[in-house]
């Protein structure tokens, strides 16, 4: 992804609603990816992850979709909270190599 | 349960100054281990990876360099600091597909 320096995207959402974070990759090769959630002054947390044979898979409270045909991946996070507000950010891997990570959505939420 | 430490969580430097990052990995054997520099508002950039004990891939030629004394342990260094080394510090590790990430350190070089 590129980087868009400073200013990243931002998502605000009010809280209890659904918010949807979006994701495009950049390798049609890669066949397993993961969103990442990091908070300000923290380190990056796993959220849920997801290989290319599945075009969905879901936790809780949040649901990954995998759109191989248009390289593109979204995080779909249900009701939700104010604990829920950090940068959101996926990591694509293609294999054989290392990840290559996205510079992220910081999501927003209103109360 | 396998648990990531890194340290120091934040540190001030000055220019010219060396730079000694530690992280540890508990919990796991072989890891593959790894170092990203995260600038604000900016992705993670890889600095270096390790397969294995005294094996250290440079991603990006720079300032700084990387040592893997023991199986769970990588270090990150510099002799002297610029400027530009500012930012925030990753280790990471993983040993199937999923990395993990420690809790970074801050660094600021003024």
């Known amino acids: 992804g590129e980087s868009v320096g400073l200013h990243l995207p931002t998502l605000s959402v009010q809280e209890g609603d659904n918010s949807i974070i979006n994701c495009a990759y950049s390798?049609?090769?890669?066949?397993?990816f993961i969103w990442y959630k990091q908070e300000s002054g923290k380190g990056p947390q796993f959220i849920i992850d997801?290989?290319?044979?599945?075009d969905k898979r879901q936790g809780q409270r949040v649901t990954v979709l995998l759109n191989k045909t248009v390289k593109h991946l979204s995080l779909q996070i249900a009701a939700t909270q104010p604990g829920d507000s950090a940068v959101y950010f996926c990591?694509?891997?293609?294999?054989?190599?290392?990840?290559?990570f996205g510079p992220g959505t910081r999501l927003s939420v209103l109360p | 349960s396998q648990t990531i430490h890194q340290w120091p969580a934040t540190l001030v430097q000055p220019v010219g100054s060396p730079l000694s990052l530690e992280c540890t990995v508990e919990?796991?054997?072989?890891?593959?281990l790894y170092w990203y520099r995260q600038a604000a508002g900016r992705g993670l950039q890889l600095l270096f990876y390790s397969v294995g004990i005294g094996q250290i891939s440079s991603e990006v030629p720079q300032n700084l360099s990387a040592s893997r004394p023991q199986d769970r342990q990588f270090i990150l260094s510099s002799k002297k600091l610029l400027l530009s080394d500012s930012g925030f510090y990753l280790c990471?590790?993983?040993?199937?597909?999923?990395?993990?990430f420690g809790s970074g350190t801050q660094l600021s070089v003024l």
């Open positions: 919990g796991t054997s072989n890891p593959n």
């Open positions: 990471a590790w993983r040993t199937g597909q999923v990395m993990f």
């Open positions: 990591a694509e891997n293609p294999p054989g190599q290392n990840f290559v």
């Open positions: 390798n049609s090769a890669s066949d397993y």
């Open positions: 997801i290989r290319s044979n599945m």
